[in-house]
């Protein structure tokens, strides 16, 4: 008989994820799911552990992180029902790699400081990859595709940077962001012109992606973050909206009743309005 459980330990979470995904007597749903149908609220948690943390609420951080942690013994269950590999396995195996990337800590190996770790981490992957048998040796080796796009972008453009692809400071990449938008300003006009011609839109994607692209080397010159400018840029508009249609209602309408420009007059009001309370 193996010994009883604390409340909070691990294996009382490991118990639970079995029980729920148990044929017999588990929950219907749980039982449903598979890796691929798992892995969008996995992303989902991460993001609301962010955004928890973008809040300062650390009642909350708790919380979401244990339905992060969630996500990761929701997997390894399902891959011990498949004989690959269990949660004590992740945790080997994340162990050993700590260990193993931090030789400077945990070995006599030694670095300067951060930046120099972060070199230092990357070539370690890289050895890692070659010892795997992964025969990519590009630069660009090993950067996920299932990231979120921007962050991808960002991890891209970091990595063709060390090897000296990069521009030497923020002027140029203004400057192109500026022909960026030219070219987008110009597929525009070409499908004003043919709106059902597929090639034309195809174009347009392609510019405006080039022109998110230099946005996210524009915030990585600046050293922003990309995902937290997008978060603050969200938060502003939604507090702006949700101000406007509270002006909108003590002037006793709607916001789906007013014109444009009015609609305008209200978010130049509320802009002015937050910037008095300061």
């Known amino acids: 008989m ?11 979470l490991l118990q639970i994820m079995a029980r729920l995904r148990d044929p017999q007597g588990g929950c219907p749903w749980d039982l449903e799911q598979d890796f691929a149908t798992i892995a969008p609220y996995t992303i989902e948690e991460a993001y609301e552990v962010a955004d928890a943390i973008d809040r ?24 011990s029902e498949q004989g690959a590999f269990a949660f004590g396995d992740v945790v080997a195996a994340i162990c050993d790699k700590m260990v193993r990337r931090h030789p400077h800590v945990f070995a006599d190996a030694a670095v300067e400081d951060a930046d120099a770790q972060t070199v230092a981490w990357e070539e370690q992957k890289r050895r890692e990859r070659e010892a795997n048998g992964h025969e990519d040796r590009s630069a660009l080796a090993g950067i996920a595709r299932g990231l979120p796009e921007w962050q991808r972008a960002v991890k891209l453009q970091k990595r063709a940077a060390r090897v000296g692809f990069d521009w030497p400071d923020v002027t140029p990449v203004i400057a192109k962001l500026h022909e960026e938008i030219d070219e987008v300003r110009v597929e525009f006009a070409a499908l004003d012109a043919a709106p059902d011609d597929a090639a034309v839109r195809d174009r347009l994607e392609d510019e405006i992606g080039d022109v998110l692209f230099v946005c996210a080397n524009l915030a990585r010159h600046a050293g922003v973050d990309v995902g937290a400018a997008m978060r603050r840029a969200n938060l502003k508009f939604e507090r702006r909206f949700r101000a406007m249609e509270a002006l909108a209602a003590a002037d006793g309408t709607q916001m789906s009743d007013l014109p444009l420009q009015a609609q305008d007059r209200l978010w130049d009001r509320a802009k002015a309005d937050e910037k008095a309370a300061g």
């Open 56 to 79: 300062g609420d650390l009642a909350d951080l708790k919380d979401e992180l244990g339905d992060l942690l969630l996500q990761v013994v929701f997997h390894a269950q399902m891959a």
């Open 2 to 12: 193996s010994a009883p459980m604390h409340d909070h330990d691990i294996g009382r």
